[in-house]
């Protein structure tokens, strides 16, 4: 997959291609980087200036979708 500064992804394996906003890259980003949900989280209410249950629910919000769409 190939993630852009601007929220574009694209799926080499499918061919399928996603348009994220600006959570949804920041996650998406963190995750391939290797980070753990709880740091996600946590740089979520910092960089987004939300707190911890909006980060939270958000972050799982996200994981799940990435997950239905076979993102991750």
Not at 29 to 57: H, W
């Amino acid at each position: 997959m190939t993630l852009t500064n601007n929220g574009f992804l694209f799926d080499h394996v499918t061919g399928l291609t996603y348009t994220l906003n600006s959570t949804g890259g920041f996650i998406l980003k963190k995750i391939i980087d290797g980070n753990k949900p709880n740091e996600i989280i946590a740089e979520l209410t910092q960089s987004f200036d939300v707190n911890d249950s909006t980060a939270r629910n958000d972050f799982e919000e996200f994981f799940e979708l990435a997950r239905v769409y076979g993102i991750l």
